[in-house]
């Protein structure tokens, strides 16, 4: 289920004519992000591919993610999530990344509480993370953050294609 009131078929149709590559970086969500894309028809022509980056070995060797601030900020912060969007693009070559990080529960993790999120997200090397408190059980909070992320992305491909970038 993506982000309610938001058209997914328009959105890829959007991206693809804007020549926007998409690629995601996941810790969070686990994957639903890339998959709530992949479920449209035509999404092919926009997203590159995508890693989910669950532990922090692999968000530090595939995505390039600083071992050193994962040690001192944990994994649920800004600036990891910055660095996972960009090392995503890196990996794919993609215009676009989207990252998420960030606590499910049940269990606070590293000081953060359940529900506090990061997304990032990175178009042609400028990234910005997003801060998010969400509510809810396990299940909600990675729904909610994979429809923000979704949300974000409409956001830049609007840009992108009222600019042409």
């Given at each position: ?93 993609a ?16 000081g ?8 990032g997200?990175?178009l ?42």
């Open positions: 289920m993506a982000a309610p009131g938001l058209d997914m078929e328009a959105l890829v149709a959007d991206a693809v004519a804007a020549r926007l590559t998409v690629s995601t970086a996941e810790s969070l969500t686990g994957g639903m992000l890339a998959a709530e894309i992949v479920k449209v028809p035509g999404a092919s022509g926009m997203l590159s591919g995508g890693v989910i980056a669950y532990q922090n070995d692999v968000k530090s060797r595939v995505l390039g993610v600083s071992e050193d601030l994962l040690e001192t900020r944990g994994a649920v912060d800004a600036e990891v999530a910055c660095a996972m969007a960009l090392g995503a693009c890196r990996i794919t070559g215009r676009v990344g989207l990252s998420t990080t960030g606590v499910a529960g049940p269990e606070p993790h590293q953060k509480t359940v529900g506090h999120v990061f997304i997200v990175c042609d090397g400028a990234v910005q993370a997003y801060e998010y408190h969400f509510g809810g059980d396990r299940a909600m909070i990675r729904q909610q953050a994979t429809d923000e992320a979704l949300a974000l992305l409409h956001q830049v491909v609007k840009a992108a294609r009222e600019q042409k970038l």
